[in-house]
């Protein structure tokens, strides 16, 4: 099956500096790619659908100049959290459709702690 | 727009039992329906899908689940619980075309040795 990989696994960083987060289609390419967000204990949120080509499209109460999203190539998406705070500790996944039966590959996550 | 409701936050049951794990959902489109589980510390992991096919679907693990269209469930089961089997299971659902699955809240289970 599709495979989709993420980058870093975990990260740990000052509050107050940026974090790049890759999401990569590994077998298949994506001209559209997804971001969720899980806080503990709770269930995945979409954040914003990232389009190869064009500007990414955030879900309401997302900031876009918070969680900067670039969809490189077809099969490179990031997402950059700026001036990062303590409140945006979370686990990150990204996924990418794929072309049967509408399902969606998910990458493993990435874990991000903000101190 | 499409939704899901999981009815139960956190659901427990005896190793051997009966696992029943609930999901209605609603769509304005025929739907296309999932259940994940996910273990602690780790990514999502697909364990079945409905995709207007045979309305019992089969999965891994021994799971199953069967759409019923007229009482819009989708609910996950499986006869015999194993202590592997605790986890938090999501279901989720998604529209025809390129759109984004959204998740219910999320059923923590639970298996008692």
């Known amino acids: 099956g599709a495979v989709v990989s993420q980058h870093p696994s975990w990260v740990i960083c000052k509050s107050g500096t940026s974090v790049k987060i890759e999401c990569r289609s590994l077998?298949?390419?994506?001209?559209?790619m997804f971001w969720y967000r899980q806080f503990p204990k709770q269930s995945l949120m979409l954040m914003a659908t990232?389009?190869?080509?064009?500007?990414?499209?955030?879900e309401q109460g997302v900031e876009k100049d918070k969680f900067l999203i670039n969809h490189a190539s077809l099969t490179l998406s990031t997402l950059t959290v700026t001036s990062a705070h303590p409140e945006d500790s979370s686990f990150y996944i990204c996924?990418?459709?794929?072309?049967?039966?509408?399902?969606?590959?998910f990458g493993p996550g990435t874990r991000l702690t903000v101190t | 727009a499409q939704s899901v409701t999981q009815l139960g936050s956190h659901v427990s049951v005896s190793e051997g039992a009966l696992v029943l794990l609930r999901c209605n959902y609603s769509?304005?489109?025929?739907?296309?329906l999932f259940w994940y589980v996910q273990y602690p510390n780790q990514g999502l992991q697909l364990l079945l899908k409905?995709?207007?096919?045979?309305?019992l679907v089969k999965g891994i693990n021994g799971f199953e689940a069967e759409f019923k269209k007229s009482e819009t469930s989708f609910h996950l089961t499986k006869p015999s619980a194993h202590m592997s089997d605790a986890a938090e299971y999501f279901c989720?659902?998604?529209?025809?075309?390129?759109?984004?699955?959204?998740f219910g809240k999320g059923t923590r289970l639970s298996v008692i040795a």
């Open positions: 077998d298949f390419q994506a001209t559209t």
């Open positions: 989720a659902v998604r529209a025809s075309g390129n759109t984004p699955l959204v």
């Open positions: 990232s389009n190869e080509g064009s500007k990414a499209t955030y």
């Open positions: 996924s990418a459709p794929g072309t049967e039966n509408y399902e969606q590959y």
């Open positions: 769509s304005s489109v025929p739907p296309y």
């Open positions: 409905y995709t207007s096919a045979a309305t």
